[in-house]
């Protein structure tokens, strides 16, 4: 079964150093997702691409963050300067853009970053 | 504006019936969702309803929608130690692609 890929699993920087996420989305899904889940939390949209365009990061925290997906398949999550804040579980999900399964989305293992 | 509100904890028996609950206020919420997060993991899909229905059965997993109420559930038959996690209840407003996460419920089950 096809699976999102996400890289590093887990991830302690420290606190001003630049740290940066990857993500390969299931073949085929156009719609890839970058969310937040701060510990006890439920996951909070940071970014959402439509094949390489980005169509939401009205949540993204554009003066540290930064997302990129080149070619419209795999993406880069990147922060710089990291703070003691973003200390969290950085999720990558991706679904169809059309058809019947659009609905789906599909979740990553996630990386954990713990910031010191 | 968009919410999801959950009860944290839930505790029960295997073998029992578990019902998680949820409630929305988003009214043009197209579908609903269930999540299951187990420690350290990500995100997996249990289920989820079209707003239009208010029930859908999958083998142990039920949901119940109450779409006045704004009011979700999930039932879990024959509860077992495999099914403790953090079930996550999710709606999908009407504009983007975009999923609302409720807190959390964690499950616990003992045997």
Sequence with gaps: EAEVAQSPRYKITEKSQAVAFWCDPISGHATLYWYRQILGQGPELLVQFQDESVVDDSQLPKDRFSAERLKGVDSTLKIQPAELGDSAMYLCASSHTSGAKTYEQYFGPGTRLTVT | ?111
């Design chain 2, 1 to 111: 504006g968009e919410d999801v509100e959950q009860s944290l904890f839930l505790s029960v028996r295997e073998g029992d019936s578990s019902v998680i609950n949820c409630t929305y206020t988003d009214s043009s919420s197209t579908y609903l969702y269930w999540y299951k997060q187990e420690p350290g993991a990500g995100l997996q899909l249990l289920t989820y309803i079209f707003s239009n229905m208010d029930m859908k059965q999958d083998q142990r997993l039920t949901v119940l929608l109450n779409k006045k109420d704004k009011h979700l559930s999930l039932r879990i038959a024959d509860t077992q130690t495999g099914d403790s996690a953090i079930y996550f209840c999710a709606e999908r407003p009407n504009q983007g692609g975009k999923l609302i996460f409720g807190q959390g419920t964690e499950l616990s089950v003992k045997p």
